[in-house]
């Protein structure tokens, strides 16, 4: 028997048919192990060693593989052809021999581009050995990744409270989000006008020109910079006598198809015309790679989708121009098959590019087959494909120049015809989103239009003159399309890697999406505020590019991976030790002077107004603050002014519609006669109930997501604020069940049971039949029970969750922390644990109750810090090298291949 490992239980699924009863196919479904997320993992001070770690899910896998290889003499490796596939192998292969299990068994690595039986077979005729440079490759990635996240991110979580964590790519890509709307802030709009003239020839077809020359002077485009001067400008070309065509330009030009797909520019594309976002476009991919059942045969409908190569091979040529002089005729179909090299300085190229595995299976054929997304993004890759083959298409340009009584003024009608669609009958890209920079005024190529028979010398009958006036416009906020595209320009990351990066930003809340565009959010601009200032060249865009060629250095053979990590770690960790010495005030006037600017905007409409003028006191200066749920902004009279507010611009709407800096008042509660107010905060929007008055707080209510801010009316929050409110009596033993909102949502509770309402459920009008059902399913533990939440990210020391005689609670080492009423114990994750365990640390302090903010391991640190470079004592923490396959915390790094991207979060 022969073992056969795959990444998917799909791909095992289709390839044990191609191969047959000789194989079993299993699925290792992603990595097997990873680095543990904890200190000393990666020790740069043993020269990179790493610790690596099996995890539930991966042991299972592997143990299934150990016991299917004891039984056989070949193992094939045929996880996807990419570093990330031969990491994967690698890690297999590594675990097998520490288990000894593969004595007399013949290891080879199979790759294939394609999954369809004949590239199966044949690629299993040519089996390789594993390749060390792509390992040594992936081990350089994922160190240089582990050792950004984890050295960088407990650095923002002291010095920038709020802040989740910093990745060695995403910190980039957020940079440049952060940048342009710091472009788009200080754009300010510049007037210009306009004058078209609607015209007819001498047959009386109509067409329409634009006055470019004016007293025989050519215009800028602000020449014409207000009404009066563009109205003064239509009044000589309503008094002329004579409007005649000076000269008429002719000439034929072609337009060539577009190369074939690769990773991103199918990502662009996808969100271009079907609107997918990066993830969703490649989970589609994925499936039509990976293959579907067409009558009872699965088959791989593309090649594989991880790819920067733009080649195709010469079956895929061969079949798509026979395709082509089938279906459209020889006059669609060049002379010779057409070669595509990357324009892009990193492109590896070891793969072809994205196309159909089979170019006959038309898009109108699979569509039984497909569902809606899996149906487009086929039909997208077809087209593609089949018309990079096509011939060029042909067009006649014409331009023709009118004379305004001779030299009075000159107007200018372009147009152009299609003579021969060529490729564009069955492919056209859509334009770059870059270009609505441009008003549409300045692209001529947006005025593709016919125009009607003109010759030298004919007089043209004038009509209405039409002076229009424009505003210049800001450069817009990215696009999913146009990030990627940047990011690929620039050389940041690698395709395989875009999609998660980008998700990245978003899950960590330092980004949203707002109608298809990237709005960064002010945690996002904080935190690319402070590595602006502190860590300047560790997010330089050039860096992060020269970065990727030394990866791709390695991957070559060209460089040691272990001399890369060491040039890189010497200069980064004395970064990192001289942040550890930064004091607050060092941090808030950096952030200050970055931001001061987008917080408080000078007033156009009133520029003697001081913008950071304390609105309260009027004595003191506004500024940014930091507390420990992160920014804000308040007084410098603190603590006799207590002015504060959320980090927003004054007057500044946001999409919903509430002000981000002064409330929405909804009306008064009859009862108190207080204002009901919609607000927005660090954590989003919220209600309240009056103001604050001494040291009581005012009553607040979050909003549930299943409701928008724009439908809270006053009677809905009065009903939100007087949360918690009772269901009814629990049947069993008369208990009450109540209804609230807590800290992560909404919730039903009965004695100490709590059990988050799930998608559909309504806090304000869940039943008490539900409700008794909800608590049924919560899971039910004895009192001092416990259960494993993961490794803490300092020390690697479990969290852990339980229940004692003065309630629930977490802990970690000799810290606990009360869990409130408002979270339900069950539900607690690791990070809602380290934030509470955090409070929890801060408070002791505060106290002098000698619980530090930071494990008792940071004074071992300080001690061997005198001793040793900085940044090896911290390494050696983890003095395990083994790699025994222990169960790993529940959460776990190793879910997933590696995203450029590191798992400290």
């Not at 009075?408 to 890209?429: D, M, N, W």
């Not at 004695?751 to 909800?774: K, P, Q």
Request: charged share 30%.
């Amino acid at each position: 028997m022969n073992v056969v490992v795959v990444e998917s239980p799909a791909k095992a699924k289709t390839i044990n048919k191609y191969l047959g009863k000789d194989y079993h196919v299993l699925a290792s479904y992603g990595h097997v192990r990873d680095l543990p997320a904890k200190d000393g993992s990666v020790r740069p001070d043993e020269d990179f060693s790493m610790s690596w770690l099996v995890d539930e899910r991966g042991e299972k896998r592997l143990s299934e593989i150990a016991a299917a290889v004891k039984n056989s003499k070949h193992l094939y490796l045929a996880t996807d052809p990419d570093r990330e596939g031969e990491a994967i192998s690698w890690h297999i292969v590594d675990e097998l021999k520490r288990r000894k299990v593969l004595d007399g068994v013949d290891v080879e690595r199979v790759v294939f581009n394609e999954i369809t039986k004949k590239a199966i077979v044949e690629a299993f005729q040519h089996p390789r050995r594993l390749n060390q440079e792509l390992i040594d490759a992936y081990m350089a990635r994922r160190a240089l990744d582990y050792l950004v996240g984890f050295t960088l991110s407990p650095v923002l979580w002291r010095k920038l409270p709020g802040s989740r964590s910093a990745g060695r790519v995403q910190s980039v890509a957020l940079r440049l989000v952060c940048e342009r709307e710091a472009e788009i802030e200080v754009f300010r709009p510049r007037e210009y006008w306009s004058i078209e003239v609607n015209l007819e020839n001498p047959e009386g077809a109509p067409f329409t020109a634009r006055l470019t020359h004016l007293d025989g002077t050519k215009l800028d485009k602000f020449d014409l910079a207000d009404e009066a001067s563009a109205r003064a400008a239509a009044h000589k070309i309503e008094a002329a006598a004579r409007l005649a065509v000076a000269q008429v330009e002719r000439k034929q030009t072609k337009r060539n198809p577009y190369p074939p797909f690769t990773t991103s520019t199918l990502q662009q594309e996808a969100s271009r015309k079907l609107g997918f976002g990066a993830t969703r476009t490649m989970r589609v991919a994925q499936k039509l790679y990976e293959g579907i059942d067409i009558g009872g045969e699965t088959v791989g409908l593309i090649t594989y989708m991880r790819t920067d190569g733009v080649t195709l091979a010469q079956e895929a040529l061969d079949s798509a121009r026979a395709l082509i002089g089938g279906d459209y005729g020889d006059a669609y179909l060049p002379d010779a098959p057409r070669q595509y090299k990357s324009k892009q300085k990193n492109a590896q190229e070891a793969h072809e590019a994205i196309r159909p595995t089979d170019v006959f299976r038309r898009p109108k054929d699979m569509r039984g087959h497909l569902d809606d997304d899996g149906r487009k993004l086929y039909e997208l890759i077809w087209n593609r494909t089949v018309a990079c083959q096509m011939a060029s298409a042909e067009l006649d340009q014409v331009a023709v120049d009118i004379d305004v009584d001779g030299k009075v003024a000159r107007l200018r009608a372009t147009g152009s015809i299609v003579t021969f669609e060529g490729f564009l009958k069955l492919y056209q890209e859509d334009k770059d989103d870059s270009v609505d920079a441009k008003s549409a005024e300045d692209d001529d190529s947006t005025r593709d239009r016919r125009l009607p028979k003109l010759n030298e010398g004919d007089t043209v009958k004038r009509g209405e003159v039409l002076p229009e006036q424009h505003f210049t416009q800001p450069p817009p906020r990215y696009s999913e399309a146009s990030l990627v595209k940047k990011m690929e320009e620039l050389g940041i990351g690698r395709p395989s890697t875009y999609a998660s990066i980008l998700q990245v930003l978003q899950d960590r809340n330092y980004v949203r999406i707002d109608r298809r565009r990237f709005v960064p959010e002010d945690r996002g601009r904080l935190v690319v505020a402070f590595l602006a200032s502190f860590f300047e060249r560790y997010v330089q865009y050039n860096f992060t590019a020269e970065m990727e060629e030394r990866l791709d250095d390695i991957s070559g053979g060209r460089v040691d991976w272990r001399r890369v990590l060491r040039d890189f770690w010497e200069a980064f960790s004395t970064s990192v030790d001289g942040a550890k010495d930064l004091s607050i005030t060092e941090v808030i006037d950096a952030l200050d002077r970055d931001l001061g600017p987008h917080f408080f905007p000078v007033d156009p409409n009133n520029p003697g107004k001081d913008p950071r003028a304390c609105p309260a006191c009027g004595e003191g200066r506004l500024g940014l603050r930091l507390g420990r749920n992160g920014g804000f902004i308040g007084c410098s009279n603190y603590p006799e002014c207590r002015f504060t507010r959320p980090l927003a611009v004054p007057g500044e709407e946001d999409d919903i519609g509430v002000d981000l800096t002064n409330p929405k008042v909804l009306g008064q509660d009859p009862e108190s006669g207080k204002d009901v107010t919609l607000r927005k905060g660090p954590f989003g929007i919220y209600l309240q109930l009056g103001e604050a008055e001494g040291d009581e707080k005012p009553k607040r209510a979050s909003l549930p997501k299943n409701l928008a801010p724009a439908e809270i009316d006053l009677q809905t929050g009065l009903a939100l604020l007087a949360l918690p409110r009772e269901v009814g009596m629990h049947p069993e033993d008369g208990k009450p069940l109540t209804a609230g909102i807590g800290r992560f949502g909404p919730y039903v509770k009965h004695g100490s049971t709590y059990r988050s309402l799930t998608e559909g459920d309504d806090v304000l009008t869940i039943g008490l039949n539900r409700a008794v059902a909800l608590i049924a399913e919560a899971p039910q533990r004895g009192a001092g029970g416990g259960r494993q939440l993961g490794a803490h990210p300092e020390d690697g020391k479990v969290v852990s969750q339980g229940k004692g005689r003065f309630g629930p609670y977490v802990k970690h080492g000799k810290l606990y922390a009360t869990i409130p009423a408002d979270i339900d114990p069950e539900s607690v994750t690791l990070e809602q644990a380290l934030e509470l365990l955090k409070v929890q640390a801060e408070k002791k302090a505060a106290k002098g109750g000698g619980a530090k903010k930071a494990p008792a391991k940071k004074a071992a640190k300080k001690t061997a810090k005198k001793k040793a470079p900085a940044k090896k004592a911290a390494a050696k923490k983890s003095g395990t090298k083994k790699t025994a396959a222990k169960k790993a915390p529940k959460k776990s790094a190793a879910k997933k291949k590696s995203a450029d991207e590191p798992a400290a979060d």
